[in-house]
């Protein structure tokens, strides 16, 4: 039911996607994996303060986890920081992210957020710089993959 809430908000079947979720939380009760779904749904449809009030949630419910579950703390973070950032409260979404990097050292989307807010503030050359930082390893990744693939061509019998 998840995933296919998951599937009905990609799509932009916001509506679809909240039923889903509320089913999911009648029958197995509160998540980190639905608080985040539900706190993503508040953010798209423009309700920031119920976003932030289910992330808050999630990110609770991932501490609380045995062993701590440090990706969803990360991603917590950065869904909060995103909120902040969408209201133009920078500091509060810098803070975020580096909480978020707290978590997950290399987390890939706080450090291309935290090159956000560095252009947001008018530091493009720093935005730029923390951008590329964070595209670096999915470069390589892309490289390595392109690379692998044209091997393969080339390998390949007729």
């Given at each position: 039911?998840?995933?296919?809430?998951?599937?009905l908000?990609?799509?932009?079947?916001?509506?679809?996607?909240a039923?889903?979720?509320?089913?999911?939380?009648?029958?197995?009760?509160?998540?980190?994996?639905?608080?985040?779904?539900?706190?993503?749904?508040?953010f798209l449809?423009?309700?920031?303060?119920?976003?932030?009030?289910?992330?808050?949630?999630?990110?609770?419910?991932?501490?609380?986890?045995?062993?701590?579950?440090a990706?969803?703390?990360?991603?917590?973070?950065?869904?909060?920081?995103?909120?902040?950032?969408?209201?133009?409260?920078?500091?509060?979404?810098?803070?975020?992210?580096r909480?978020?990097?707290?978590?997950?050292?290399?987390?890939?989307?706080?450090?291309?957020?935290?090159?956000?807010?560095?252009?947001?503030?008018?530091?493009?050359?720093?935005?730029?710089?923390?951008?590329?930082?964070?595209?670096g390893?999915?470069?390589?990744?892309?490289?390595?993959?392109?690379?692998?693939?044209?091997?393969?061509?080339?390998?390949?019998?007729?």
């Open positions: 039911m998840i995933v296919g809430g998951l599937d908000l990609e799509l932009g079947d916001y509506k679809g996607a039923a889903a979720y509320k089913s999911v939380l009648q029958q197995v009760g509160a998540s980190t994996s639905i608080a985040t779904r539900l706190g993503r749904l508040a449809n423009g309700d920031t303060e119920n976003a932030e009030s289910y992330l808050a949630q999630s990110l609770t419910l991932a501490r609380e986890e045995v062993p701590t579950a990706e969803a703390v990360a991603f917590s973070h950065w869904q909060l920081g995103d909120a902040g950032f969408s209201t133009g409260e920078y500091l509060t979404a810098e803070r975020r992210y909480r978020a990097l707290a978590a997950v050292a290399d987390y890939l989307p706080a450090l291309a957020a935290l090159g956000r807010v560095r252009a947001a503030r008018g530091d493009l050359a720093a935005g730029q710089r923390r951008s590329r930082r964070a595209a390893p999915l470069l390589l990744s892309s490289r390595s993959a392109a690379n692998a693939a044209g091997s393969a061509v080339i390998r390949s019998p007729s």
